[in-house]
């Protein structure tokens, strides 16, 4: 090269994807995502953790009732007994929540409806495909 500046144009296609919650995911050529990428939907990470937090202070004395919960952390009791129910999904479904593999469209208030006690009911083919395929 001389020493005249040379410019060289790099060009890489890329895909945006809308994920859940609103994020969005640039996918490679290959229409995978790249190392790293994350495609957990953060407002339903964020509500099991709650939940579970929750659960953990209730079952260890800190509070008594589901009012005095509330009542420390500013928010609805009606809230509370909603979100605490996320703590009785099965464990494969949380595992897929966290993993980013939760069905298409499922969101915290589909998932505060309520739902069966029993975690057989609760899995979907695509879940369980999901699972087994990695």
Known sequence: MTGA??????????AVRKQWGGRKLVLTPSGMAPRGASAADTTLVKALARAFRWRRMMETGRFATINELAAAEKINSSYVSRLLRLTLLSPDLVEAILDGHQPEGMTLPGLMEPFPVDWGQQLSPIILRKKFES
Do not use: G, H, K, S
């Open 5 to 14: 500046a040379q410019m060289l144009t790099v060009r890489v296609p890329l």
